[in-house]
Structures are given as C-alpha cells and as structure tokens.
C-alpha cells in the first residue's frame, strides 16, 4: 500500500520535472537559434538540412551588424532617455507621493483621482495629439520628445504614495518634536526611507525606456538620434534576409536588458507583483 | 471556524498601523509638491485625452497644422471601412487567441513550481520570465526568423513529423496564429509570476485540512487553491486584456499587418491611418473607439467578478 503510493508519488514528480524542463527549453530555444545564426556564415544561414550548431564560429557578423548602423550611439541615447526620465520620474513621484501621503490639502480627493486616471488611458488613445504637441514644442526627431512625455506617471506617483503610507508616522512626529521643518523631515528622513521604492521605479522605468518602440518610431527619425529599438528596426531594413547580421545585431540588443535581468530579478519580481505594471 | 490569515507579503509588515496625517488645517507646501506632476498629467494626458476627441470630429492637417470640423464624418467613415472591421476583428482573434492559452498555460507551470520540495523552481521561474523582459523588436526578429518559410526552425521541427513547410507569415490563414504562439512565449512568465505569488498566499491550512479528509490533489485545487486564486485570476486577466488589445511592436515587425490585413490590429491601423497616411482625425476617431472598447471590457470583467470571485474575508449571500 505505501509502496504503491510511493511509486506513484515518483511517478508525479518526474512527470513534473519532465514538464517544466520541457516548458523550459521551449522557452529557451528562440535564445539558442537566435545564437546559432549568429555565428553563421551566409550559406550555412541558407543551408538544408539546417546546421543546428555552426562550427567554427563565425564571429564576423557582430561586427558587421556593429558597424553597419550606430549601435554604440543607439546605447548612448537609450541611455540618456532612460536615465533622464527615471531621475525625472523619482523627484515628481517623490513629491506628489509624499504629498498625497502625509499632507491634508483642499481638492486631495480630486487631484489623487486624476492622478489614478492617468493610468486608465493608455498610451496608444493619446498617441495622436501627444506628436502634435511635441511638434508645436518643436521636438520631433529629439531624445526630449521621450523623456517629457514620461518624466511624471501616475504609476510612479501612485508607487511612492503607497510606500509613504506604510512607513510609520512616530518618527516624523519625534523629528517635528526636534524642531525639524517639514522639508527637512521630507529630504532626510523620507526620502532615504523610500529607497526601495525609488530603486524599482527607476528599474521600470529604464525597462520601459529600453523596450519601448511605437512612440520612438513615431517621433525619431535620424538614425543619430535613434534608441535601441528602434535603431535595430532600422537596421533590420538594411539588412532584409540577411539573418546572421540580423540575429548578431537582435543579440546585441538584448545583452544589456539580460545582464540587468540577472541582476535584478529578484526586485523585478517583486515589483511586478507589487502592482508595478506599466502597460 | 479556522480563522486563516493568508501570509502577508513580508515588505507589507507595517502596513497595517493606521496611519492619518497629522496638521488639520490645508497645508499650501502641497500644492508646490505637486504642482511639477499635476502639470506634466496635464500637459500629456489630460490636454491629449480631450484634445483626441475633439480631434475625431474633424479633419486635421498635419502640414499647414489647420483644423476643420467634419462632425461625425469620421466617425461614419470607420463604419463603413472594410478595413476597420478587420482590424477589430483582428485584434479580437489575437486577444482571444493569445489571453486564454496565456493564462491557462500560466496558472498550470505556477501550479507545478509551487510543488513543495521542488527543486530548481527559481531557475524554473527565471527562464518562463526572461521572455517577457525581452519581448520588444529583437524577440519579434528572432520568431521571424523562426517562422521563416524554408529556413525557419519551426518547420524544420515539423518536418521531423512529416509535416510540409507551412508559410506562416506570409499566407493570411496562419499569420495571426504565428503572432499568438509568439505572444504566448512572451507572456507566460509575466502571468507565472502573478500566479505564484497568488498562490503563496492561499492558506496551507486549507489544503492540509482537505488533505487530511481525504480529498484528491485535483478536489483540493479545483475547490479550494482555484477558488482562492480567483482575483489574481481576473487581474491577470484583466492586464492580459488591455496589453493584446493594444498590440503593436510584434505586428509591426513580423508581418506589418499582412498579408492582405490579416494582422492589421488597431493599434496598427491607427499607425498606418495617422502616420503613414496622415489621416489624424480619422486615426483619432479610431483610437477613441480602441478606448471605449478597452473600458468597456475593464467594466464587463470587473462587475463579472462581484459575481464569480471570492475576495478574502468576504460573506456570501447569494442564494
């Protein structure tokens, strides 16, 4: 009796096993084919029956991917743009957080609801009339018409509002007991204090800056100019089935956004599951 | 009557002290505080959202930057446009497509890492979420490449089993079921994710319970864990929605709306209609109803789940 169910026990548990690694590997397969053609050479791109794994590596395709478009500017501007809004983004949701959080104000209900309404209209509805302000602004074509458009969001106001919230009120009030003014209590005691919540609001927003695509294609179009995704689109366009460069060049895309993946999962993790979901 | 306390997320410990602003009466610092945000909200959302509908009644000339009213020409327009029933009916396929698959695929992985004693379940999780990281222009070249006719990895897989080259996405019956395996790849961490913290927070003492009282392994998910998980469900769902209704980056570089509009999603045909044929008030008109339709299917889901889903601590009344 035991031993039967212990049997079946195992039986379940490699089934298990068996299942994720093959989830596993589906997950990981366009990684690999996008790795292996990379390394090959033009007719082993177009060879059948198709060579799995390239031998020897053929390295030159990252370098004529690298050369052909300006990846290296299309990392400097992406970011420039991503650091500019997440520093941007921190000192408005800093202050309209700690705001709603800890002071009382006339018109606090309307102002928190229009802030929380921002996040019910997504970008795509307003994409029209945003590119017409940024070109009465006389932006278009410049890294300004993405970082204005993203310094305050109602998600980032809403994260630090949430945080403020949840830190105890005992220590502000022994800091007002010392004499400390509200500002002072605001930059150093606060703000210190929020840093988590600063770190995964910068960590989304650089996420945001470097995968975003629609609203760059719309407003860039000098390829000085270009953030990465849109650069590897453009790049793309030079290079229409030539897929070893293209991969090369998808590759290079990808690297930064992967090291930061390894070294921030587990606070991407969390912060997604802390509602920090930016559609 | 067990009283369970589901685990409370550990950054979430002092988040029960009640905590009210001190000063009674208005204190002015605050509108300085939040003037840098308010007016930005204004500037790029709330001016745009009104500015778009005033758009939609009018004819707008990107060049000489001059409007005139059509009243609601476009309006008549985008129903009598082939094209636009296309484009919704494209979007529907795709979010009914992908969504489903997405979640369901999802709910049942999180189940399986959240086996007790499972080993590798974070190298597990790590490998379903780096999709969804990545997910922007070089993940859609590299499916393309993938899906490629002749030299593509997946019918090379296919004709392990005997099965003919398949023109994904060059033939209208197969397009949009290239971009939904595509979509599903890139979606299912995002939602394994959800679903694992969703189901950390169900009670153990629950199943336990049940497990002790001799109830199967499919009984205690399908009556407790599933009912339980019921709002990390619909958020899911609800997320899930929003973002495939508003598709775009995938479309635009694998198959451009093609072939002969089978991918045209709306997001897309608003792309075509405001940027590449610069109709700005018809685009408008388009991007008006994309947002109707969006609330609309927020409000259905969320007055759906008084009924259906089971909030913690809530009584039941319903007969």
Do not use: C
Not at chain 1, 22 to 38: D, E, S
Not at chain 2, 136 to 150: P, Q, Y
Request: no cysteine; aromatic share 14%.
């Amino acid at each position: 009796m035991i031993t039967e169910r212990r049997v079946r026990f195992h039986a379940t548990t490699v089934l298990v096993y068996l299942v994720l690694i093959v989830a596993a590997i589906a997950m990981l397969v366009p990684f690999l084919w996008m790795l292996g053609t990379a390394f090959k050479s033009s007719s082993q791109v177009d060879a059948i029956p198709i060579i799995w794994i390239p031998w020897p590596l053929h390295f030159g395709n990252f370098v004529s991917a690298w050369t052909s478009v300006p990846f290296g500017r299309f990392f400097v501007n992406t970011l420039f743009v991503s650091v500019v809004s997440s520093v941007g983004q921190i000192i408005t949701s800093i202050m309209a957080g700690y705001a709603f959080a800890r002071m009382r104000f006339r018109g606090k209900q309307v102002l928190f609801l229009l802030t929380l309404s921002t996040l019910m209209i997504p970008f795509q509805v307003i994409l029209i009339p945003t590119f017409l302000i940024i070109k009465y602004l006389g932006l278009v074509n410049s890294l300004w018409a993405l970082i204005l458009p993203n310094l305050a969001t109602g998600f980032g106001v809403f994260l630090l509002r949430q945080f403020f919230l949840q830190i105890p009120t005992e220590l502000e009030e022994a800091a007002t007991i010392d004499g400390a003014s509200r500002w002072r209590i605001m930059a150093q005691i606060m703000v210190p204090l929020a840093r988590p919540a600063v770190a995964t609001l910068a960590l989304f927003t650089f996420l945001w800056s470097w995968n975003s695509y629609l609203w760059p294609l719309i407003v860039l179009s000098s390829p000085t100019k270009m953030t990465i995704q849109v650069g590897l689109s453009y790049f793309q366009g030079a290079h229409i089935g030539e897929y070893n460069i293209i991969m090369a060049g998808s590759f290079i895309s990808l690297v930064p956004i992967i090291i930061l993946f390894f070294l921030t999962q587990r606070q991407l993790v969390e912060g997604i599951v802390a509602g920090a979901v930016k559609g | 009557m067990v009283h369970a306390e589901p685990q409370a997320p550990s950054r979430a410990a002092g988040a029960n002290r009640v905590v009210r602003p001190k000063a009674p009466r208005s204190q002015g610092g605050a509108y300085v505080l939040l003037l840098p945000a308010m007016v930005l909200f204004t500037v790029f959302t709330f001016i745009p959202i009104v500015w778009s509908i005033i758009l939609s009644f009018e004819n707008y000339n990107i060049f000489s930057n001059t409007a005139t009213y059509v009243g609601f020409h476009n309006y008549a327009a985008l129903l009598h446009s082939a094209t636009f029933y296309q484009s919704l009916a494209a979007t529907a396929y795709y979010t009914f497509g992908s969504v489903p698959i997405t979640v369901a695929l999802a709910l049942f992985l999180a189940v399986l890492l959240n086996r007790r004693g499972l080993v590798g379940a974070k190298v597990f999780q790590m490998i379903f979420f780096l999709p969804y990281i990545v997910s922007s222009v070089g993940a859609s070249l590299v499916w393309k490449w993938m899906f490629d006719t002749n030299f593509g990895i997946i019918n090379a897989f296919l004709g392990f089993f005997g099965i003919h080259p398949i023109a994904w996405l060059t033939q209208t019956s197969t397009a949009m079921p290239a971009l939904i395996i595509m979509t599903i790849w890139g979606g299912v961490g995002f939602a394994v994710v959800l679903f694992q913290a969703g189901l950390r927070a169900v009670p153990s003492e629950l199943t336990e319970a049940a497990a002790i009282d001799g109830a199967t392994g499919n009984q205690i998910f399908w009556r407790i864990t599933f009912p339980l998980l019921a709002p990390t469900t619909l958020f899911v769902l609800v997320i899930s929605i929003i973002n495939a209704a508003q598709v775009f980056t995938t479309v635009q570089v694998m198959t451009a709306g093609g072939p002969l509009n089978a991918t045209n999603v709306i997001v897309y045909y608003i792309y075509q209609e405001a940027f590449q044929f610069f109709n700005m008030g018809y685009g408008a008109a388009v991007a008006i109803v994309l947002f109707i339709i969006i609330l609309a299917l927020t409000a259905v889901m969320m007055l759906g789940s008084r009924r259906f889903v089971y909030y913690e601590g809530e009584t039941r009344d319903d007969h």
